[in-house]
């Protein structure tokens, strides 16, 4: 029986931004909280703009996915990696030799993909966003290569104290807040397009800034600025609440990182409270290599239990909440893991309190060879594999979403 299909009993909760909240945006955060329980889970893909190509590698993916597995992905996540805190929101990622896009054309490539998802029956955006250092604005890679596909690595600058900078009060603060001002600006403009069923209104997007805050890699993260990051999200939600006219389509997800025991512990002191977040999320990879091609990751099917710790860190931190994996795949030489077998049957079965997992890259385009979701270059094996798991009567891609 598919119990996916409608909410049956009313929900009057509100997200983080209450009353104010659109009927659209109301629609998709009661549906993911009417999944939290149940044994099926909403299955989304995710990738960034691209250097490559205007379109790039959301586009990419979200056509991949489609094509190896017959289906539309509900939920879409883009990436937005925005160097500059001077033109954020209006100019956009930082690209790299072969890119044939401009800083500039980030914002609107951003939409413009959205809105061509949209039209192809993705029901749901996802919004991720690396920021640069603002104390340094560093475009250094910081004892890092040269960033991934050649780009800068900004968002790993670690130098100075740039959480506390953007706290009220702190050197960078009106920097901040500047460009707070001008994601509402891009996240207000944001509508479905024309011949959509909500032609004209604005598209929920759920927020999530400062991810994988308690890891080590960008300068957001890690333990020695948690205090602070706790009070910029807070200032950040208040400061969003504030505006006017009030802002109607966002919700927002703290994202944590859970590639290893040192990361899976103490999401508490991360967690800036109930009123400042809607969902909680988390990394989960089940590679044989990590991202260097060297360091191993713990595994999604959890062998080594990190997979069960992660979930119940995330029920015990935010019981309430909506809960999410919003980035997790396998590698693409990893030709011993099968889709069913180890994302839908897991996630529907053995963490039946998630309510969507987002795979993160089905495309290897331009300079990148790296992808975890579904791909054109997988093996036979798992390309039937991510066939079957969109078959799984419990996971929901675009046609069985009823938002």
Same mark, same amino acid.
């Given at each position: 029986?598919?119990?996916?299909?409608?909410?049956?009993?009313?929900?009057?909760?509100?997200?983080?931004?209450? *009353?104010?909240?659109?009927?659209?945006?109301?629609?998709?955060?009661?549906?993911?909280?009417?999944?939290?329980?149940?044994?099926?889970?909403?299955?989304?893909?995710?990738? @960034?703009?691209?250097?490559?190509?205007?379109?790039?590698?959301?586009?990419?993916?979200?056509?991949?996915?489609?094509?190896?597995?017959?289906?539309?992905? *509900?939920?879409?996540?883009?990436?937005?990696?925005?160097?500059?805190?001077?033109?954020?929101?209006?100019?956009?990622?930082?690209?790299?030799?072969?890119?044939?896009?401009?800083?500039?054309?980030?914002?609107?490539?951003?939409?413009?993909?959205?809105?061509?998802?949209?039209?192809?029956?993705?029901? =749901?955006?996802?919004?991720?966003?690396?920021?640069?250092?603002?104390?340094?604005?560093?475009?250094?890679?910081? =004892?890092?290569?040269?960033?991934?596909?050649?780009?800068?690595?900004?968002?790993?600058?670690?130098?100075?104290?740039?959480?506390?900078?953007?706290?009220?009060?702190?050197?960078?603060?009106?920097?901040?807040?500047?460009?707070?001002?001008?994601?509402?600006?891009?996240?207000? *403009?944001?509508?479905?397009?024309?011949?959509?069923?909500? *032609?004209?209104?604005?598209?929920?997007?759920?927020?999530?800034?400062?991810?994988?805050?308690?890891?080590?890699?960008?300068?957001?993260?890690?333990?020695?600025?948690?205090?602070?990051?706790?009070?910029?999200?807070?200032?950040?939600?208040?400061?969003?609440?504030?505006?006017?006219?009030?802002?109607?389509?966002?919700?927002?997800?703290?994202?944590?990182?859970?590639?290893?025991?040192?990361?899976?512990?103490?999401?508490?002191?991360?967690?800036?409270?109930?009123?400042?977040?809607? =969902?909680?999320?988390?990394?989960?990879?089940?590679?044989?290599?990590?991202?260097?091609?060297?360091?191993?990751?713990?595994?999604?099917?959890?062998?080594?239990?990190?997979?069960?710790?992660?979930?119940?860190?995330?029920?015990?931190?935010?019981?309430?909440?909506?809960?999410?994996?919003?980035?997790? =795949?396998?590698?693409?030489?990893?030709?011993?893991?099968?889709?069913?077998?180890?994302?839908?049957?897991?996630?529907?079965? @053995?963490?039946?309190?998630?309510?969507?997992?987002?795979?993160?890259?089905?495309?290897?385009?331009?300079?990148?060879?790296?992808?975890?979701?579904?791909?054109?270059?997988?093996?036979?094996?798992?390309?039937?594999?991510?066939?079957?798991?969109?078959?799984?009567?419990?996971?929901?891609?675009?046609?069985?979403?009823?938002?």
């Amino acid at each position: 029986m598919r119990i996916f299909s409608r909410p049956v009993v009313a929900d009057t909760a509100l997200p983080v931004i209450g *009353a104010n909240a659109s009927t659209e945006t109301l629609a998709l955060y009661r549906y993911l909280r009417w999944l939290k329980g149940r044994p099926c889970v909403i299955w989304g893909v995710s990738d @960034r703009l691209d250097i490559e190509t205007p379109l790039g590698r959301m586009k990419e993916s979200r056509t991949a996915f489609t094509t190896q597995t017959g289906r539309v992905p *509900a939920l879409l996540q883009v990436e937005y990696h925005d160097s500059n805190w001077t033109t954020g929101w209006t100019g956009g990622w930082t690209g790299g030799a072969s890119g044939t896009g401009t800083p500039a054309d980030g914002p609107a490539n951003t939409a413009a993909e959205i809105s061509a998802a949209l039209t192809a029956g993705v029901k =749901g955006i996802a919004v991720n966003v690396h920021m640069g250092n603002p104390v340094t604005g560093a475009l250094s890679r910081q =004892g890092q290569d040269g960033g991934q596909d050649g780009r800068p690595g900004y968002q790993y600058d670690r130098s100075e104290s740039p959480v506390a900078a953007i706290l009220n009060g702190g050197a960078q603060y009106a920097q901040f807040t500047a460009w707070l001002d001008r994601f509402y600006d891009w996240a207000m *403009a944001l509508v479905y397009p024309v011949g959509h069923a909500h *032609a004209g209104a604005r598209v929920p997007i759920i927020f999530r800034p400062f991810h994988e805050c308690n890891g080590v890699t960008f300068w957001w993260a890690g333990s020695d600025r948690r205090s602070d990051l706790k009070t910029v999200w807070q200032q950040m939600v208040d400061y969003l609440k504030a505006k006017a006219p009030a802002l109607t389509n966002v919700l927002f997800a703290m994202h944590m990182d859970s590639g290893d025991a040192t990361m899976l512990q103490n999401w508490d002191l991360w967690y800036p409270g109930n009123s400042y977040v809607d =969902g909680l999320a988390w990394s989960r990879y089940d590679n044989t290599t990590g991202n260097d091609g060297t360091s191993t990751y713990a595994r999604l099917n959890d062998t080594d239990g990190m997979m069960d710790l992660a979930y119940s860190l995330a029920q015990a931190t935010a019981p309430t909440k909506v809960l999410m994996v919003m980035e997790t =795949g396998y590698t693409n030489d990893d030709t011993g893991n099968l889709w069913d077998q180890r994302v839908a049957n897991v996630a529907t079965t @053995r963490y039946p309190m998630l309510s969507a997992y987002f795979t993160w890259r089905c495309a290897a385009v331009g300079s990148s060879t790296l992808r975890w979701g579904p791909g054109s270059a997988d093996s036979a094996a798992r390309k039937a594999s991510a066939a079957a798991a969109v078959l799984d009567p419990n996971v929901i891609t675009a046609d069985r979403c009823p938002l």
